[in-house]
């Protein structure tokens, strides 16, 4: 069932309450204070039941201008909006301001009620809607119904109720599949049950028992039980008003403005990258770190406004900026804001949230200019496919994108396996999560490691390549090492780089011997051969060649990096054709006689113990052999 919210607007004492009394039977003044004064303080919760079945929220706002920051965290996720203006006193100030706030705030669907109609004439009546009819031209309301009601008498409620259940029919359904996200309102205790906190289901749904977090900040409960509508429910959906009893947390750590959402799922910031829209009518105009309030889903916080594109703005005009916060908060992109001067506190424009969690910027910074304008008005692709461009340098996990997105990781996943198909990422699996880069990013990165194994076997034409830790220390130090081994393992896949062991090269790179070169690692390897599997120290080696120890040493290690001579421990060196001579030897002896001790293998090898010991541990690491107790056995 499609779930609704209807909201109320309007200035103070102009008949919201009662209307909503009429409407539902309900008084949503619950505070001694607001019935013995007759205004409302707080916002009001309640619903009806509309003609086609549907069941409906109702949340009433305040309209004195004392009270706006109330009314502005009522506001959210409002569905369709009831501007209520008094017959016998027509448009007041604050139905102003309430019209601008719900223009600014994006709301698409309402009626206008003309409420206390039974206390004027008929011309009268004709002249108040005319007014208000010019005061909405250019807003949502402009083309809306227009209904004479009495509240006090009943006359024209039933046809309010009727047109709210037709405009419920266009009405756009929630993603009941989106990251769950309840912005709080109200916070309370309830003797036996513990903490409650209420809200508007903006997104997603929760379920009894489900792991919850409260934003910002790292305080953590679970959800114990769910009211929706009064009623004891498993399962609350976006779009309804909630109120949830969170286990683990205790009231004092919450406070309205806060939001429920699942552990992770978001991330605290002190910026906000946003466009801006000064209302026509501001008094004010906006100078580059002008300091003001701002109000985003039950949240207040005040703030310091970095222009990027404009040196001031003007009244009725938009621009980009950067909005420096005096206190962290949570939000995501898309997300609606409303603006008000530092002081004295009148609404001055509001607008959308861009970038939730951006780096810093600078003013008249072209390029995050144009990136601001692609997360403007880009699809949701468009704008997951920046953020993996602006982050490919972390590897951004499925899961991270989510977090930067407040979207579901489903959803995500969805929009990288469509980049991955178009060839516009490049993925790696690891721990049961996706992580990606941008293809250009990976273009730039290749390239440049490409450049430094140049340079690298240019001057070291004898060495078959860079250890990999010196090249994952240089290019991708800021990610986990099996996440670097997985991009080394895609660059072998390319054909840019081969592996041998711990060291990398360049595809097309050999070592290549001059003359001179070829004939010492001759005489090197001949050595070697000759002295199997009791071989001196390299000292005696350079001894015995005549050549020049720089170049002995040139030769000698770049035949342990081509694998001919294999270093087994320290300086115990075998010829590689000797080392398999071995282990055919050795497996030839456990074959026959079901294992080997290392007297055995001192004595085929025709060796010390020294080194039947070195060779015999090499072979259990490189599982050929395994050791039992004091023998070994084939692996």
């Known amino acids: 069932m499609k779930n609704v919210i209807v909201g109320t607007a309007g200035h103070i ?47 009433d706002v305040p309209g004195h201008e004392k009270f706006i920051k109330n009314m502005l965290a009522g506001v959210i996720g409002m569905d369709i909006v009831v501007l209520v203006v008094a017959a016998d006193e027509g448009i007041m100030p604050q139905t102003t301001e309430h019209l601008d706030i719900l223009n600014l705030l994006d709301i698409e669907n309402g009626i206008i009620v003309l409420t206390k109609s039974d206390l004027v004439d008929d011309e009268w009546l004709e002249l108040v809607k005319e007014d208000v009819l010019d005061n909405v031209k250019g807003t949502f309301l402009e083309d809306s119904p227009i209904i004479p009601v009495s509240s006090t008498k009943g006359a024209g409620v039933d046809d309010v109720i009727k047109t709210i259940d037709k405009l419920t029919d266009s009405i756009k359904e929630r993603d009941i599949t989106d990251t769950p996200r309840l912005p709080i309102d ?39 039980s769910i009211q929706v509508h009064e009623e004891d429910t498993t ?53 580059n770190r002008t300091r003001v309030r701002i109000y985003l889903g039950t949240s207040e916080v005040l703030c310091r406004v970095v222009l990027l594109d404009k040196e001031h703005l003007t009244p009725g005009e938009s621009c980009y900026a950067q909005l420096r916060l005096e206190d962290t908060i949570v939000a995501k992109r898309g997300d609606r804001f409303i603006m008000r001067f530092y002081s004295p506190m009148t609404t001055i424009g509001g607008g959308e949230i861009l970038d939730s969690n951006p780096p810093k910027r600078k003013r008249f910074d072209n390029s995050a200019i144009e990136e601001l304008k692609i997360k403007e008005k880009g699809s949701t692709e468009d704008i997951v496919e920046k953020i ?14 989510s977090i930067y997105t407040v979207a579901s990781k489903d959803k995500v996943a969805e929009i990288v396996n469509n980049l991955h198909e178009n060839k516009k990422i490049i993925t790696f699996e690891l721990l049961n999560d996706i992580h990606v880069i941008h293809r250009d990013y990976y273009v730039d990165l290749s390239d440049r490691i490409k450049k430094e194994l140049e340079k690298y076997h240019s001057k070291n034409p004898l060495k078959a390549g860079m250890l990999k830790e010196e090249v994952r220390s240089k290019f991708l130090n800021n990610i986990k090492s099996r996440l670097a081994e997985e991009f080394f393992d895609y660059l072998v896949k390319q054909d840019i780089i081969k592996q041998t062991n711990e060291v990398i090269s360049l595809k097309k790179f050999k070592i290549e011997f001059t003359d001179k070169q070829e004939e010492i690692g001759k005489r090197i390897e001949s050595i070697y051969m000759d002295s199997k599997f009791t071989t001196p120290k390299f000292d005696e080696i350079k001894g015995n060649l005549d050549y020049n120890d720089y170049d002995i040493e040139q030769v000698f290690n770049a035949l342990i990096d081509l694998g001919i001579l294999m270093r087994l421990k320290d300086d115990i060196i075998l010829h590689k054709d000797v080392y398999l001579e071995g282990i055919d030897i050795i497996k030839k002896h456990i074959n026959t006689n079901g294992d080997i001790t290392l007297a055995d293998a001192r004595d085929i090898l025709n060796t010390s113990r020294k080194y039947a010991v070195a060779y015999l541990e090499y072979l259990d690491q490189v599982k050929v052999t395994k050791r039992v107790e004091d023998k070994r056995i084939l692996y």
């Open 13 to 59: 004492d102009h008949g919201k309450t009662t209307l909503i009394r009429a409407l539902t039977g309900r008084n949503t003044d619950r505070l001694k204070q607001e019935q013995d004064r007759g205004i409302s303080i707080e916002l009001g919760f309640t619903f009806f039941d509309l003609p086609s079945g549907k069941r409906a929220g109702i949340i």
């Open 186 to 224: 109200r916070v309370f205790t309830i003797t036996g049950f513990g903490t409650v906190v209420t809200g508007t289901l903006v997104s997603g749904q929760f379920s009894e028992g489900d792991e919850v977090q409260v934003f910002p900040g790292n305080k953590v409960g679970r959800i114990r």
């Open 235 to 287: 399962t609350a959906y976006a779009g309804q008003r909630v109120a949830i009893n969170i286990a683990g947390l205790k009231k004092s750590e919450i406070d309205r403005g806060n939001i429920v959402a699942p552990i992770g799922s978001m991330e605290d910031t002190m910026m906000l990258d946003v466009k801006l829209k000064l209302l026509k009518n501001s008094q004010r105009i906006i100078e």
């Open 388 to 401: 993996i461009k602006d982050k490919s340098k972390d590897f951004s996990s499925i899961k991270d994108i």
